[in-house]
């Protein structure tokens, strides 16, 4: 994994970041104030796949606050902080040449939703919120149950999307 990327590289990046935003912010599947389902979960796998842990983390990281001023949303920094992780794994499991859907589509699913969902992002939520943290995680268990679920099922595809790129030739590996 290299530092410096190309401007093709980082044009492919920011493709990738609009496109986690729209179906953030402007796509939900379910969006309620504690319980929110999207995919855009979906260009960043790819951004990992493609890009590495490094890139990952910047790409999901920059998606979450561009999000801050544009939708006029309040800075949560463990929030923050859970979107760089979860970049971070989507690169660090799945930036390898031989993905297999056990055990990097389940591992994936599983590490993030638990490191992040429940971890670092319920913890935001909860102390962004004056609430304490067992009852959020609670009221959000449907939630990470559904994204690992949607995880694993976008997986095959995302792999035969990225394989399909590089071998066009469209995408290089950084």
Known sequence: MKLKLSVRELCQIAML??????LERYLPIISLPDLRITLAFVPMMLCGMLFGPLWGAVAFGVSDILGWPI????PIPLILLSR????FLFGLILYRENLTFWPHAVTNAFITQIIC???LTTLGLAMFRGVPYLPMLWLRLPQFAILIVL???????LVRLRDALLKAGLVHRV
């Open 151 to 157: 995880s694993i099922v976008v997986f095959p595809v």
């Open 117 to 119: 969902g429940a971890g």
């Open 71 to 74: 939708m006029g949303l309040t």
């Open 17 to 22: 970041i609009a496109l986690s935003f729209v």
């Open 84 to 87: 760089i992780v979860h970049g």
